[in-house]
């Protein structure tokens, strides 16, 4: 649903997405403002992790434009939805097998210089994250 008002963070308009036999997304326009939470609810198959793949730049729509704070797309890149802050965690989760415990949980998110990748601070970051959840167990 689409409604008028200001503070819009993402809007999505009339975004069309089909693979073949099926219409995963029939022109789909909702807005999310500032603050908000949303819960997107529907049957298995309804077009929930389509949209979500869109907006965060996985799969790239046939129709319709999204808007992050003001700029709007038609497509985006991973790295550019990353960047504007749409972060997502995936309904099937992946590990790297031949990757670290610490590097899978840094995933994307490597601690470095552009060239070399920083493990002991990333390692120091992961025991840190790990006594905060010991802590409230
Ligand atoms: N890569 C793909 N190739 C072909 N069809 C696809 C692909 N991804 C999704 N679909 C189809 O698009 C439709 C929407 O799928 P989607 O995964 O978005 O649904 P969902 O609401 O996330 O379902 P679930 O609750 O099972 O996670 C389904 O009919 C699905 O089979
Ligand atoms: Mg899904």
């Not at 298995?44 to 949209?51: D, I, Q, V």
């Not at 802050?85 to 610490?102: M, R």
Request: charged residues 20%; without cysteine.
């Amino acid at each position: 649903m689409k409604t008028e008002g200001n503070n819009i963070a993402l809007s999505v308009e009339n975004i069309t997405k089909t693979y073949p036999g099926v219409i995963a997304l029939n022109h789909v326009s909702i807005d999310f403002r500032q603050g908000e939470v949303h819960a997107l609810v529907g049957e298995n198959g309804a077009g929930k992790s389509t949209l979500m793949k869109v907006i965060s730049g996985a799969i790239s729509p046939d129709e319709g434009t999204f808007v992050i704070n003001g700029t709007s797309y038609h497509k985006i890149t991973p790295a550019e939805a990353s960047e504007k802050g749409i972060q997502i965690v995936h309904q099937e989760i992946s590990l790297v097998p031949f990757l670290s415990v610490t590097e899978n949980i840094f995933l994307g998110n490597f601690i470095g210089n552009g060239v070399t990748v920083n493990q002991k601070e990333m390692r120091r970051k992961v025991k840190e994250l790990f006594a905060q959840l010991i802590s409230q167990m």
